[in-house]
C-alpha cells in the first residue's frame, strides 16, 4: 500500500526530505509518490511522514483516495463553515 500527492500539493518540498524510503520526487514540476517505493512508512515511524508535515488539507491521499488529511483537520476551520464563508465572499 501507498500514498499519493493529489491536486492541491503546492511544491513546498516539505515532504519529500522526510520521506525515509526516498519515495517522494520530482516530475514534470509537481511532486509525486513512487507506488513501488512508498511502504506508509511502517516499521519506520508510526504516521506517514508526509501526511503530518504538508500543510495543505487534502494533499495526499491513501490507496482508497480518502485524504491523510482532510478538511478542516489542520486549519481546525469546519468544511460546512468554509465553503458557507466562500460563498459569501464570491456573491459580493
Ligand atoms: S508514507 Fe512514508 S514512505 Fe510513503 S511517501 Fe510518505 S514519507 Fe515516504
Ligand atoms: S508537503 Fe504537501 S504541499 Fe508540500 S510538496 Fe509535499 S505534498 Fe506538496
Redesign the pocket.
Known sequence: M??SIVEGCVNCWA?SV????D??YMVDAHFI?DQKK????NGEYAD????SICPVEGAIVDATGQAINPPGSLTGIVPEMMEKTRAEIQAR
Not at 522526510?18 to 524510503?21: G, K
Not at 506517514?48 to 501526511?51: G, R, Y
Open positions: 501507498a500514498l515532504c522526510l520521506c525515509p524510503s519515495a517522494i509518490i512508498c511502504a506508509e512508512c506517514a511522514q508526509c501526511a
